[in-house]
Structures are given as structure tokens and as C-alpha cells.
């Protein structure tokens, strides 16, 4: 059968897996869609609200999620446009993903993927590049939190729409942002906010 945009629908990718996400190690909320690598999950706006839903609301609701289709082996190696050669992740996740013709390390890939990994490693690659050391990183951190810096920065800030990202925690803004005004802001000392 031929598909719509030559790809089968998000919730038609669904129904062909969600019987063998668990078995693959793949742990799936039906009502509260999520990337299937990396657990990233878009917010409540895209989850099903009620507990009677539907079966019918559930196809709907992952029809709506901004996850994309992914091949497990890419078209170009002769990967088929077929539901059970396609998985749905987020953007990040199909940028970085395996491409090659054995889908085992596809699976390998993406049973190893965190979200809050991906981001812990984004902050501290935004603390090296200012040259924060460890021991100052959770000091840093409570500045970043503080009203006072808040205030200062407000009018600051550009806020950035991540290219290859998703929403992540910092995604209004880039942690190279935040920690490099904070670096700034303390070394400017232009008001050290009160500590407790
Ligand atoms: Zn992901």
C-alpha cells in the first residue's frame, strides 16, 4: 500500500512496534510519546489527558508529536519505507544515529541513549569551555539560579532554537548562555549577589 509523503504515518510506525519496544529494551508510554532512542519527551501538551482515551486518541496523539521517521537502515543502503524499518526519535537522535545495513547496531545505538546524559555532558562541555573548574561548577550553578543574576541578564539574552536539538531544560537558553554570562557577571562583579 502506498504511503502518504512515501512514508507510513508516525501512528502506523507505532502500531508496528509497540508490541516489540519492550522486548527490544525499549520502554514506551502509549500515552505520553517520547523519543524512542533517547527518552527525550516533549511535554504534556502532546500527552493524552484522559484515562479512557481511546484507541483511536492514542493513533492521534502520536500522529501530532513532533518525532521524526527514522530509518533503521537508511534508504540510501536499501532500507525499505516500510513501519518495521522505521523508528521514531527526535531530531538529535536521528542526527547522530547509526547508518549501515545491520539494524543490530542500530539497536545497540539507540538502547544506550539518555536524554539527561546528552545534556549533563552539554553543560559540562559549556563549563570547560569558559575554564570552570569542577570544584567551582556548583558555585557557579547557584549564581545562575539567584534573582540577582536573573534580573541582570534579562535583557541580555537571545534565546536560540536549537538546529539539531530538541527542547532540552536549557533550550531557551544554550548553556554557553547562561554559564558565560554568569562568568561574566561574576567577573565583572558588577552586583555579587548575597549568599546564604
Ligand atoms: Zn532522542
Given at each position: 500500500?502506498?504511503?502518504?509523503?512515501?512514508?507510513?504515518?508516525?501512528?502506523?510506525?507505532?502500531?508496528?512496534?509497540?508490541?516489540?519496544?519492550?522486548?527490544?529494551g525499549f520502554f514506551i508510554d502509549w500515552g505520553e510519546p517520547s523519543c524512542w532512542a533517547c527518552g527525550f519527551h516533549y511535554g504534556a501538551?502532546?500527552?493524552?489527558?484522559?484515562?479512557?482515551?481511546?484507541?483511536?486518541e492514542i493513533l492521534r496523539c502520536w500522529d501530532r508529536i513532533p518525532l521524526q521517521r527514522c530509518?533503521?537502515?537508511?534508504?540510501?543502503?536499501?532500507?525499505?519505507?516500510?513501519?518495521?524499518?522505521?523508528?521514531?526519535m527526535c531530531r538529535e537522535c536521528h542526527d547522530l544515529a547509526p547508518n549501515t545495513t545491520i539494524p543490530e547496531v542500530f539497536f545497540e545505538w539507540a538502547q544506550r541513549q539518555s536524554f539527561y546524559v546528552r545534556d549533563s555532558s552539554k553543560i559540562l562541555a559549556a563549563f570547560n569551555a569558559y575554564g570552570i573548574e569542577?570544584?567551582?561548577?556548583?558555585?557557579l550553578?547557584?549564581?545562575?539560579?539567584?534573582?540577582?543574576?536573573?534580573?541582570?541578564?534579562?535583557d541580555k539574552v537571545g534565546s536560540h532554537?536549537?538546529?539539531?536539538n530538541y527542547a532540552s531544560v536549557?533550550?531557551?537558553?544554550?548553556?554557553?548562555?547562561?554559564?558565560?554570562l554568569a562568568v561574566h557577571y561574576r567577573r565583572t562583579n558588577i552586583a555579587q549577589p548575597q549568599t546564604d
Open positions: 500500500m502506498p504511503y502518504v509523503d512515501d512514508l507510513p504515518l508516525k501512528s502506523q510506525i507505532f502500531e508496528a512496534w509497540k508490541d516489540r519496544l519492550g522486548e527490544l501538551k502532546y500527552d493524552i489527558k484522559k484515562s479512557d482515551a481511546g484507541w483511536s530509518h533503521i537502515v537508511p534508504r540510501s543502503l536499501g532500507g525499505a519505507n516500510d513501519p518495521t524499518n522505521l523508528f521514531l569542577p570544584a567551582d561548577q556548583e558555585e550553578g547557584k549564581l545562575i539560579m539567584s534573582e540577582a543574576f536573573h534580573a541582570w541578564m534579562s532554537r536549537p538546529q539539531s536549557l533550550s531557551r537558553f544554550t548553556p554557553a548562555t547562561l554559564i558565560g
